[in-house]
């Protein structure tokens, strides 16, 4: 019986023509990519194991696309990418694996490794997190920002390519070429051959012998801190500048190196750093706070001044309605006390029946020139009523015509004191003043002349009998 | 010479813990094998 050949692929029987049953590949294919995977594979391992990372990486991703289920050269490339520092990725391909083999493999140690550590799993994501904020402060020019981030990268993994790589580049472009230096040698010693970091070397004027003697023989400290003090000065003298033919040159004294020195430097550079970060951020930011809280303050205010201005004026003119009606109501007033002055005046020319009689009697007499018999009835009344006008008007009006001037000054004079709204007040005036003439000789006083008082005296006596209620 | 600008655009950010979920599948999970799979589909389909 002939052996069977399985598909190496797909584990399906080779058909005698040479092509799987099952996949329908061509098994002298399918062998030849396999080989090749493996080829690449090997390449990648000699790479890896001199610390040429970046060929290794190269040459395992070749063999991946040769062979994707070569769980080997997937661990490897898993394995340089932790070693550089970008833990996501090996993990990343760790997983693949294991998805492929879930056997005998080593990534799930590697795995099982990583998450044992949770601190270290955060950690490698506080790492990419940072780096990612570095480049983008590098790339936005805020290369201050972006020392301070890379500075706490390195400090949490030490071997992380990328960082070195870009900080280097900072160095650089700032002219620190011996810092740039320095973090392109930490570079080549994870890769020895990482084409930036040789690249920049061959900008920056080394040569390739340079670039070899940096990478066989590199220091060893690993200090990331150290990359960002600054440089001491040298207490020992560069083997090429020594003149071996010359005078001896004199060199400084041994002295041991001051780390209490380093130590406050560290603190000063955090108290500056400190104070830079209150002045450029936390300060402008909290003053930005408050302005806007002052405008706001402003607006609101500002508000609530509108809106008591506008209920000032509001109020002030209601003000000036009530002022206006308080001075109606002042009128009204005044014209109600003046009408009640008058209707009050009217109440007293009023009088009695009897009494009317008594005055219409006296008044006949008075115009029959019976004034002495007038004077006494109109004496009767004034006891009765001494502020009614018409009597005393006529009992001024007898005495002037008997020529007794004094006594009728005294009834006009009282007329137009207690009778200030009379019909009469005018002619009183005029003859309770200068008016009258003074009394005769032979007692007879000045009779009235004036046409103009007869005729005023016949117009009123009218008027007051009407108003009197006296009829003639 | 290096100019910074034209060489800080070469980085490519790092990729974080919450990305790596996406870097698995966004992997490209093809060999060789698999295209030469897709191309004789895609013959014996244009036969038919």
Redesign the interface.
């Known amino acids: 019986m002939a052996d069977v050949l399985n598909c190496k692929r797909c584990g399906g029987t080779i058909l005698v023509t040479g092509y799987c049953s099952q996949c329908g590949l061509k098994s002298e294919y399918v062998n030849k990519a396999l080989n090749t995977s493996k080829y690449y594979y090997n390449i990648g391992l000699d790479k890896a194991r001199v610390r040429d990372m970046t060929g290794a990486k190269e040459a395992l991703q070749n063999a991946l696309k040769y062979d994707k289920m070569n769980i080997d050269a997937r661990n490897l490339l898993g394995l340089i990418y932790y070693e550089t520092g970008e833990v996501v990725l090996a993990l990343s391909h760790w997983v693949v694996s294991v998805n492929y083999f879930s056997g005998r493999n080593v990534a799930k140690r590697y795995i099982k490794e990583v998450k044992s550590n949770p601190h270290k799993l955060e950690s490698a994501n506080i790492v990419a997190r940072k780096y990612n904020q570095a480049l983008a402060y590098a790339k936005q020019g805020s290369k201050d920002l972006a020392f301070i981030q890379l500075r706490k990268v390195l400090a949490e993994n030490p071997k992380f390519v990328n960082g070195y790589l870009l900080l280097a580049l900072l160095f650089i472009d700032e002219g620190r070429y011996e810092k740039a230096r320095k973090a392109l040698k930490r570079v080549i010693k994870i890769d020895r051959t990482n084409p930036l970091a040789v690249r920049y070397f061959n900008d920056m004027g080394h040569s390739d012998d340079e670039i070899m003697d940096f990478r066989d023989f590199p220091e060893d400290d690993y200090d990331a801190d150290l990359l960002f003090v600054e440089d001491q000065p040298r207490a020992y003298v560069e083997p090429d500048n020594v003149d071996l033919n010359g005078e001896p040159v004199p060199v400084g004294r041994y002295k041991d190196i001051n780390f209490y020195k380093y130590s406050i430097a560290y603190v000063i550079a955090g108290l500056v750093l400190g104070l830079a970060v209150m002045g450029f951020l936390v300060i402008p930011h909290r003053d930005k706070n408050m302005e806007s809280d002052n405008r706001d303050l402003k607006i609101g205010f500002s508000e609530a001044i509108a809106a008591k201005n506008v209920e000032i004026s509001t109020l002030e003119a209601s003000i000036e309605d009530l002022n206006q009606d308080v001075s109606d109501y002042e009128t009204q007033i005044s014209d109600l006390n003046r009408r009640l002055g008058s209707y009050e005046d009217a109440q007293k020319a009023v009088l009695p029946d009897e009494d009317k009689v008594t005055l219409q009697q006296a008044l006949n007499k008075y115009y029959n020139e019976d004034y002495d018999s007038a004077v006494s009835d109109l004496n009767r009344l004034m006891e009765d009523y001494p502020d009614n006008d018409v009597i005393l008007f006529y009992k001024g009006m007898c005495h002037l015509n008997v020529g007794n001037t004094t006594q009728a000054k005294e009834a006009f004079s009282a007329l137009v004191e207690r009778c200030p709204n009379s019909a009469y007040y005018t002619i009183a005036v005029s003859y309770g003043g200068e008016g009258l003439p003074a009394t005769t000789e032979d007692g007879t006083g000045a009779r009235p002349e004036d046409e103009e008082a007869d005729s005023a005296e016949d117009e009123e006596s009218e008027e007051s009998t009407d108003a009197s209620g006296v009829t003639g | 010479?290096?100019n910074?600008d034209e060489?800080?655009?070469k980085?490519r950010?790092?990729?974080?813990?919450d990305?790596?979920e996406d870097?698995?599948y966004s992997?490209d999970?093809?060999?060789?094998?698999?295209i030469?799979?897709e191309m004789?589909r895609v013959a014996r389909e244009t036969e038919r």
Do not use: C, G, R, S
């Not at chain 2, 999970?29 to 698999?34: A, G, Q």
């Open positions: 010479m290096i910074f060489e800080v655009k980085f950010p790092a990729l974080e813990l990305q790596a870097a698995i992997n999970l093809k060999d060789i094998t698999d030469m799979q004789m």
